[in-house]
């Protein structure tokens, strides 16, 4: 708990520095401030992030710690679909059904569309920093 909450404490600071910006700036705070932590932090992220320990299931107490980043992206995604600056791409049906059900979960108020587009972009910066913290670039 101590790991997401180091995270998102870090985060939200960053975010809280560019309240008043647009949605891009607002995202690229956060995935800066998310990346710069895990490079701060190796260790820890590689705990939170890295190869799940087979048959465990982390306690429903961790949820809130470990949500606190995609609740950012996510109250940024909602902002930036109020003010139109999201395109929405049509889903092929499989996708937009698996979209509808993270939606109802992780923010009921967002278009299919603009929830995988968010869970895919989410995806990426967690990629790409845990590829450039494990070396996988180098590999290139």
């Known amino acids: 708990i101590d790991a997401y909450d180091s995270l998102g404490e870090s985060a939200e600071a960053a975010h809280?520095?560019?309240a008043g910006a647009g949605p891009r700036e607002r995202w690229?705070?956060?995935c800066?401030?998310?990346r710069r932590w895990a490079l701060a932090q190796p260790h820890e992220y590689a705990l939170i992030y890295g190869s799940p320990v087979p048959g465990y299931t982390a306690p429903d107490?961790?949820?809130p710690a470990a949500s606190?980043?995609?609740l950012l992206l996510v109250g940024i995604v909602r902002?930036?679909?109020r003010g139109k600056g999201v395109a929405r791409t049509p889903l092929p049906p499989d996708l937009k059904a698996e979209a509808q059900r993270m939606a109802a979960d992780l923010a009921p108020d967002l278009p299919?569309?603009?929830v995988a587009a968010l869970v895919a972009a989410w995806a990426q910066?967690?990629?790409?920093i845990g590829f450039e913290l494990f070396g996988q670039f180098n590999r290139l």
């Open 68 to 70: 606190r980043v995609g």
């Open 112 to 114: 299919p569309e603009a």
């Open 125 to 128: 910066l967690y990629g790409l």
């Open 16 to 18: 809280a520095q560019v």
């Open 79 to 81: 902002d930036a679909y």
């Open 61 to 63: 107490t961790t949820i």
């Open 28 to 30: 690229i705070a956060v």
């Open 32 to 34: 800066m401030a998310a």
